[in-house]
Structure formats: C-alpha cells, structure tokens
C-alpha cells in the first residue's frame, strides 16, 4: 500500500553523517548561520512561553522541536516569494523579517502585529488560525504569479492534522491541476492537539496525498536541517521553474504543547517525549558542527548570550508598544468605515467613556 | 442585446466586458465560466475577448474557488468568482467569514481582498432542489463584507463595476427570476452605482415598500395597483444590503409613517427584520401603524410546484398595504 516515496535524512539523531553530504554542507559559514537562527528562534519561543505563563501574552503555540523545518524553509526563500504560514511559524516568519515584536504584539492580543513593518514580509499573509484554509490562499497567490508570469513561489505550511481537512485537498488538487508555483510543506509532527498521527489518516505516509492530485510529493527527517534544506532547494526551483509543485511532508515531533492552554501530558506518555528528544533538530546539528570542528563550548556559551540579549530587546520594545486606541477597530474593517455604520463609532466612543467614567459594574 | 436593451445577465456580461477592459487586474474565475460562458451565460464571451489567463475555468470545488480568490486578491488581483447556485455558496462561506472580510483588519490594512463573489439568487425559474435560495442574511451579518442585490439590468451593471471597484469584498447576488426579464436600456458608460444607496425607485407620500431583488419586480406592480385607487406608494429598492442605506429609509418612512417590507428570503432574522429594527428605533413617534413584513415563511424553498405559494406576491404585498392603510 505504500508507494515507494523519497524519504531523504543525512545526519544521525548523533550529527553523524550517514550518507554522502551535499556538496553546499561545506560552507561551514551557512551551516552556523542556520544553527544561530534555530537557538535565538528556541531561546524565543521559551521566551514567549514564559511571558504567557506569567500573564503578559495571551495564548502562544510553541515551535519547540519545529526549528529545524522552518529555519530551512525561511533560509531558502527568496525575498520575493510569499510565504503563507499557519500558527506555529515562528521559526520561520523570523527569517521572514518578521520581528520578535511584531510575534509577540500578535499573540499579546494586537492586531499590529500581523503589520509586518520588514519588506521582504510585506506581501506573506500572517497566521492562519482555521485549519488547512491557508493552502487555498497559497493556490491563490501562486496563480497570480502564474497569470502574471512572475517567477516567485508560494510557499505554505501546516501540521499533519490539516491534511485531513477538504480545503488541504482541495489546495492539492488545484495546485496540481494548473500546475501552480506552490511549495506544500507539512510538519508532520505527530500530533494534532491529543490525536496522535496514526489514527489522523489511514495512509502509510501523508507526502502521498500528491499522487492523487498529480504532484511530486516527498518525505524529510524534519530534525535533520541539511535534509530539508536540501529537499526544500529543490521543491522551490521545482516551483519556481514551473515544473509543478511540491508537497513536502517533514517528519518531527512536537515536543511542547499544542499551545500554551494545553497540557499534553493528559494524553502523551513521558517515554515517548523523552525519545523524541533524543531526536530533536537543535542538538542535532551543533553535534555535526563540533564534530567538524567548528562549534565549541565557548562558541555555544557566546551565542546564547547573544540571543537572549536579542530575545531581551524585543520583549521591552514590545512592552513599551501601548495599546492602540479604541477607535483603531474601525480603521480597517472596510476600506474607509461607511457612513451607513457611522452610528455604531458613536455608540462605542459612548462605550469607553462611561467605562472610564467608573459607571461599569463587572 | 437588442437596440442598446439588455436583459439583467446582459447587463452583467456587458459589465464583465467593461470591468476586463478598464482594468487588467480584473480576472474571472468559476464553474464552466471560460468555454462555457457560465451556466447562465452571464460570462459569455470573455474568454474570447481575454484569454484563459484572465478566465479561468476552474476544478468543481467550491471552498477552493473562494480560497484561492483570496489568495489572489491579496496579491493585487481583483477577481470576480462566480458560485453557480446560491445553494453552493455555504461551501465557500468560510472563506469569506474568516478571511476575505477579516485580511485588511487583521493585517491593519497592510493586505486587503478587493474579491467579487458573484451568485444568482432566489426561486421562481422552476429550478432543481438548491437551487432556490435567499440566504443574504448569512452575508449581511458579517463585519466587512458588501452585499448588493441588483433588481434591473441598469442597476447590474452599474452596481457590478462599482463592486468590482470596490478596494473589499463584495457578494454581489443577482435574482434569477429577473434574468432574463424585460430587457431596458443600458449604457456602457463605465458609470458606477454607489454601494452604500438605496434607490428610490416611485415617490409617494402615503406609504413605503421596502424590497431587494426579485421582489422588487412585485412591489412596483403593487404601487401601481394602488395608484390606480388613488393612493401613491414609494417604492424603495434597498440593492445595498450590506450596509444599510438607513438614512434614506428613515427619511421615506418619516414622510409616508407607513411601511411594508417585502422580501422572498424567509422571514425570521432576514434582513427585513434588522430594517423593521432600525426603523423603529429611528421612526417610532411618527408611524400610524406597525410595519409589516411580507416574506417566505420559514421553510426550505418547496420544490417548484409549490414555489409560486412560497414567494410574495402582489396580491400579498396589497393585503399587507391594505393592514398598514386601515391601522386605527
């Protein structure tokens, strides 16, 4: 029942090499690059935890043990391509040029966060939060690009449980189809709130969803960063060349909760989580890096002091953000609010004054 | 096309034409809309005139096409999305709840989602089962979306290029009793409606109809029937559902102190039902009697043997004209 699918994984949950590395896996200058972005995105996404557990952000969802997936993905990029995330894309939007701000404005309960300030994410959608939907915007940016003849890619994610949903069917199929410029990476990190992967799809693996849709589809060690960059170098120039899209399914683990509400030890054994971090994507590559001679305990300790300064910075600037006023919920519902609903303004500036006159009885 | 007349879907088509024409951005997409011309044949010809780029014939998949519009919108396109019955329209509904009215506020305007979703609407054509519904209310509750109901071929075509204008998006409902009903002049002038104006279709001082789409085709025969016995109806076509001209119907109301509103959705929380609302919290003090609502009773559209018994109709309208005239 399992057609025989590519299944590509170059390092050993050690850093051991297990196969012949792509050539770019010498530039030792990238690969530290990459290892940097995957700590300041961990020291982060602790960071954000933290501020959630002590009031000062509202729900977050935690990309812990998906850094390797989306550092890969945001690496490969180009500037002009758009990225269509869903909800546990830090990782990624980071190497977006979305800042840490902006990450934390978002699920601090503001708007401005989704108002990407960096260029290279001016045109990326913000997070999807309805599931698989945002496939559906993918196939639609990347037919715009495909009707304008522009050679830019969009590129989309999701976890596991949305390709049970129609619209990651639907996004599929019309991808396949119009042979649209779209990357479909799904991180398969075996759990969909408390529904683990083998009861979400009947299928031996979800990269063959692509069959019956007429694309390429392919699986990756999604803890093993040289493998998904290197499938992910492929799936853009597959893309971006219009030789039809990709559905690239990264094999992780989802190692912290679903988000910050959820506690997953009420339905994950402990042992299963302690061998997933056997496996995890941050060790992984500092391994490789130290046994190729580059890292060092010094290195590390550098590092992470440098990150968390960085971490540090964004939580005050965040802090200092203020609330936008009330007023603002009108600004952009409609293009310019219509002076049919004029009334409405009224009502609620009438609103927040008796608040503040002290006449509220919650 | 007959002598510059056009029927309602001619004048959509001529729409289309025009909106292609002006604007490069403008890209049709739907069911059978490219080879075909659309099921109705409201977009014939475009293919020809621009090309399967811009006409895009798209896999059966309803979610999808309201999905990918958003996508493409957000990258500039305007498209015009074409649902082939009202009754197919619940599966796009999500698409247009959670995101095409939402993109610009949640992104604090930084992306937008200038969408036309375009659908007939309404019974009467003798149609399969789903294919007979009135469901605007659905639209008109969400914050950010437009909804317009056209109710003449002039109003189609004006009302269309000002949706497809429009930088948010727009469900934009064309009845299908009217399709194909008197064809009227039309200009292609490229002149836009406003989206956010009743139309006063018939002065009078003694009383108001209030309706939109199909129904207004019966509310005017109603007026002229009581013009006949000397009492002189205003007749208001509402075409914006989404929102709501209120101004203009407080001020005829204000006048008349008497009003019927009429609608072939069902009668429960349509949009008659907010209209009634708001006039009397506006109107109250000068109305002489209570506004009456004439409306499809709550039940799915009947197969078409009864569909006749399901929609208002004049004598209805007249019944209803005659409780608000009589109200001691």
Redesign the interface.
């Known amino acids: 029942m399992s057609p025989d699918l590519p299944y590509t994984r170059y390092l050993a949950p050690d850093g051991r090499p297990l196969a012949e590395l792509p050539a770019w896996a010498d530039d030792f200058n990238l690969l530290t690059r990459l290892y940097r972005q995957m700590v300041l995105t961990r020291l982060f996404d602790q960071k954000a935890v933290a501020l959630q557990r002590t009031g000062r952000i509202g729900t977050y969802a935690p990309t812990l043990g998906q850094e390797a997936i989306g550092v890969a993905i945001g690496s490969l990029m180009q500037a002009e391509d758009?990225l269509?995330p869903y909800y546990r894309d830090t990782a990624v939007q980071l190497m977006r040029g979305v800042c840490m701000e902006e990450i934390l404005l978002y699920w601090g309960g503001d708007?401005?966060g989704?108002?990407?300030v960096d260029p290279r994410a001016?045109?990326d959608?913000?997070i999807c939060v309805?599931i698989a939907?945002q496939?559906?915007?993918?196939?639609?940016?990347?037919?715009?690009?495909?009707?304008r003849g522009e050679h830019r890619v969009?590129v989309t994610t999701c976890g596991d449980g949305a390709t049970s949903k129609?619209?990651f069917l639907?996004?599929l199929?019309?991808a396949g189809?119009w042979q649209l410029p779209v990357v479909f990476v799904v991180n398969d990190n075996q759990w969909a709130i408390s529904v683990p992967r083998r009861i979400q799809c009947g299928a031996p693996t979800l990269a063959q969803k692509a069959i019956g849709a007429g694309i390429h589809g392919e699986q990756v060690d999604g803890n093993d960063i040289l493998a998904v960059c290197d499938r992910m170098r492929q799936a853009l120039a597959r893309a971006r060349h219009g030789k039809g899209p990709v559905l690239l399914e990264c094999l992780s683990y989802r190692l912290g909760d679903h988000t910050t509400a959820d506690d997953a030890t009420r339905y994950r054994c402990a042992e299963e989580v302690r061998q997933a971090w056997e496996e995890e994507p941050v060790k992984r590559l500092r391994a490789f890096l130290a046994s190729q001679g580059v890292w060092d305990e010094g290195r590390e300790q550098a590092l992470v002091a440098d990150c968390q300064a960085e971490v540090q910075r964004a939580v005050e600037s965040f802090e200092a953000a203020g609330v936008q006023p009330l007023s603002s919920v009108f600004?952009?519902?409609?293009?310019r609010w219509?002076?049919?609903?004029a009334e409405q303004r009224e009502t609620l500036a009438e609103r927040l004054v008796r608040r503040q006159g002290g006449e509220c009885h919650e | 096309m007959s002598n510059g007349k056009y029927t309602l879907v001619e004048a959509v088509n001529l729409a289309l034409h025009r909106a292609m024409r002006d604007d490069e951005n403008v890209v049709v997409l739907g069911e059978d809309v490219g080879v075909n011309g659309g099921v109705f044949r409201a977009t014939l010809g475009l293919r020809e005139a621009f090309g399967f780029k811009r006409v895009l014939d798209t896999p059966l998949a309803e979610t999808m096409l309201a999905g990918l519009s958003v996508g493409m919108a957000a990258q500039g396109l305007r498209p015009v999305v074409e649902i082939q019955f009202m009754g197919f329209v619940y599966a796009a509904m999500e698409h247009l709840v959670s995101h095409a009215s939402r993109l610009r506020n949640r992104t604090r305007g930084r992306l937008s989602c200038p969408m036309v979703l375009r659908t007939p609407m309404g019974a009467g054509i003798r149609a399969p089962e789903h294919h007979s519904e009135s469901t605007e209310a659905l639209f008109a509750h969400i914050p950010g979306l437009r909804v317009v109901v056209p109710s003449s071929p002039a109003r189609a075509y004006g009302l269309l290029l000002a949706a497809i204008d429009d930088p948010d998006p727009v469900v934009f409902l064309e009845p299908t009793r009217l399709y194909r009903m008197n064809p009227q002049p039309v200009a292609d002038d490229g002149r836009r409606l406003p989206l956010d104006s009743c139309f006063t279709l018939r002065e009078g001082r003694d009383l108001t109809l209030v309706s939109w789409g199909a129904s207004v085709h019966e509310s005017l025969q109603a007026a002229a029937a009581l013009a006949e016995r000397g009492i002189d109806a205003e007749v208001i076509d509402v075409a914006c559902l989404k929102p709501l001209d209120l101004d203009t119907l407080e001020a005829s109301v204000r006048k008349t102190g008497r009003c019927v509103i009429v609608h072939e959705a069902p009668k429960s929380c349509a949009v008659g039902a907010e209209i009634a609302a708001s006039l009397y919290e506006r109107v109250l003090p000068d109305l002489h009697a209570p506004i009456q609502r004439v409306a499809a009773p709550d039940i799915p559209p009947p197969l078409y043997r009864l569909e006749q018994f399901y929609l208002p109709g004049t004598g209805d309208i007249l019944a209803a004209c005659e409780t608000v005239l009589d109200y001691a």
């Open positions: 758009v269509v708007e401005r989704s108002d990407f001016a045109r959608f913000p309805p939907t496939a559906l915007h993918a196939c639609g940016v990347a037919t715009a690009f495909k009707i969009a129609g619209d639907e996004a199929n019309v189809a600004e952009h519902v409609y293009a219509p002076s049919a609903l």
